[in-house]
């Protein structure tokens, strides 16, 4: 079956927070929104009709885990990492970000030091510090148009660490980490007795000719000293039903993540996570094929564009996801002209690169998760209001 991600669909009047968000965020809703990570494409209608198939049994009650919710999930790492995961090392929980903060809790103490890699999601070092932890930043090196990690640099500082958040694939840079890099900042936090977290949402959406190395998969030192976080929602476009997975093989790490979610009754989950991800993992690989290609066309006219048509605004060509970080440093500005110039000259709705880290200055972030013909129109403004400012290129 071909999937027709050209369709576009009229998000207004459905609490979106891509939409409603404009006007508390910018002050207007005349923008192209392409900030918040969902995409702009039909949910998969196979997800659809699992959710309107439990709701005509006409009671939502109680739910246990079903078998088949574990089974697709063991399915599901096997066929695409060849990684065994049983029932018994996998716990849910309600989205990623409260898992990471949920593991925060349970190996660290108030006063802790938690080391990330910046410029990186957010929310790890807003969660750590209302936390009462200490965030340590180890930044990433952006060479080539591609983001490195620093390991001298990162020896040193985990000698004081008691945690480690890895984000793999990388937000906002895109990168897939290879087997070798995680195999040795594995190794290194097995020898200073720090645990790795490991924030993989975006693992499904790889980009052709990529592959995700899972960080428990890559060696014994990672597969007993780390928890990594799961979900089908960024993949199958369901982060609205706030449902994402753990897999801890290590018994000691499992007994004390779930007797955290169990301080707050967090781990029960819900009727449509279970029947949503057992479907969209039984039933999603052709549609994530397709999706995935179609992001590819999609991140490639992104950049020939902006070689082409403003070539002063780079893209940090990502490895997986439909987010595209945009090196906008030789346009000379600083981050208060350059959000302006894209929201006031350009009307586009762009993530403020800073709020990754101060390493993310200079940068915006981009979600090309859209219909090719909003892309096109958003690279058209994009291209007037960068002749207003460089007539010359």
Known sequence: MEYNFDEIIDRKGTDAVKIEGLLSNWGRTDLLPMWVADMDFRTPEFIIDAIRERCEHEI?????????????????LDKRYNWNVTEEMIQFTPG?????????????????????QTPVYHPFFIFTEKNEREVVYNPLILKDGKYRMNIPQFKELIKTCKLFILCNPHNPGGRIWTKEELSEIAQICHENHVPVIS???HAGLALPGHKHHPFATVSEEARMNSITFMAA????NIPGLSSAYAIIENKTLKERFTEQLEKTESGSGHIFAFHTVATAYEKGEEWLNQVTEYIQGNI???????????????????????LV?????????TQQQLIDFFVEDAK???????????????????????????LQKALNNLKLAYNKHFPDK
């Open 60 to 76: 939502l009650g109680y739910t246990v885990k079903p078998q088949r919710y574990f089974d697709a999930i063991h399915s599901w």
């Open 300 to 322: 490639d006219l992104l950049d020939s564009f902006l070689q082409s048509h403003t070539p002063k605004i780079k893209a940090i060509r990502p490895q997986a996801s439909y």
């Open 96 to 116: 990623v970000v409260a898992g990471l903060a949920f593991a925060i809790q349970c190996l660290t103490k108030p006063g802790d030091r938690v080391m990330m």
């Open 199 to 201: 924030d993989e949402i």
């Open 325 to 333: 970080f945009l090196d906008c440093r030789s346009l000379g500005m």
């Open 348 to 374: 586009l709705a762009l993530n403020d690169g800073a709020m990754f880290g101060k390493e993310g200055t200079g940068f915006m972030r981009m979600n090309v998760g859209c219909p090719r013909s909003i």
């Open 233 to 236: 929602s960024k993949a199958f």
